[in-house]
């Protein structure tokens, strides 16, 4: 700043003062300019871990998760924390633990003591959780999952609207027997899904079936298998399977059995996984 001063023929002091945009300073605007103009060709510029000592604000957030920084979906989830920190000129430092308490409880140390304003704890799948009590001394928004009680602010999926509006995609087209291949997991999304899938049943009166149920692994082997399973006993006219992978799955189910998609069964799969879906 003393350099930039010199260069520029003004005090140190009215540097601090353009740089830190203190307009009750009233700076000449041909002065201001010169100052800026000296700040550019020095390359000068301030140094953020001294202004956060003096601000008390470090102008950061910390993104940490246990496996989103490695699943298919990481990209938007991050991209889109990142636009929002960015559109009020902050930064995002972003941490994948791996899912190991160690690496956790370091990178949380590692992102206080730099003073970020807040955590985004965000998880791979829907659950709830239990955060460590280090989280408490920032602010905290929890990311795909939940505290039971409550206590902290979350931003989940509407796992029952999703199963809602996915079977309702098949009702409109006219079907009746439509089979659920869920997760076996005992998940929120498992249990969410199923009571939308449930719901838009009722709301177009048509019968719950359990015969048209079916459970798997979610992997494309797992809605093979089950997709097999609920074709011979039940004869759906289409399936809503818990995700794309079970989809893929049924896919394949549909072919061995020499069927056509969708004029003998008709397939929806849930998450938008791009490769699949």
């Given at each position: 700043m003393l350099d930039v001063a010199k260069h520029a023929g003004v005090s140190q002091t009215t540097v601090s003062f353009v740089v830190n945009k203190v307009l009750s300073a009233n700076i000449p605007e041909e002065t201001h300019a010169r100052v800026l103009a000296a700040i550019k060709e020095l390359g000068y510029r301030p140094n953020a871990t001294a202004r956060s000592l003096r601000s008390q604000r470090s102008h950061m957030f910390g993104f940490l998760s246990d496996e989103v920084a490695t699943t298919p979906y990481a990209g938007k989830i991050i991209q889109g924390a990142q636009d929002a920190a960015w559109d009020s000129k902050k930064m995002l430092l972003i941490v994948n633990t791996d899912r190991r308490t160690d690496i956790e409880s370091a990178a949380i140390e590692m992102l206080l003591e730099r003073q970020v304003e807040g955590i985004i704890y965000a998880t791979m799948f829907h659950r709830p959780v239990a955060p460590p009590l280090a989280l408490s001394h920032v602010p905290v928004v929890l990311l795909d999952c939940f505290v039971?009680?409550?206590?902290?602010?979350?931003?989940?999926?509407?796992?029952?609207?999703?199963?809602?509006?996915?079977?309702?995609?098949?009702?409109?087209?006219?079907?009746?027997?439509?089979?659920?291949?869920?997760?076996?997991?005992?998940?929120?999304?498992?249990?969410?899904?199923?009571?939308?899938?449930?719901?838009?049943l009722a709301d177009y009166a048509i019968a719950f079936d359990e015969a048209l149920v079916e459970t798997g692994e979610s992997t494309a082997r797992g809605g093979y298998d089950a997709a097999l399973v609920l074709i011979h006993r039940s004869a759906p006219t289409a399936l809503f399977c818990f995700n794309d992978r079970m989809a893929m799955g049924a896919y394949d189910a549909v072919r061995k059995l020499g069927l056509n998609i969708p004029h003998d069964v008709a397939i929806v799969g849930f998450d938008n996984q791009e490769l699949i879906a």
């Open positions: 039971e009680d409550r206590s902290l602010p979350s931003v989940v999926p509407d796992e029952v609207r999703g199963g809602r509006a996915a079977t309702e995609v098949l009702i409109q087209k006219g079907h009746r027997r439509i089979g659920f291949l869920n997760n076996i997991d005992p998940i929120p999304a498992s249990f969410g899904r199923f009571v939308g899938y449930k719901q838009a």
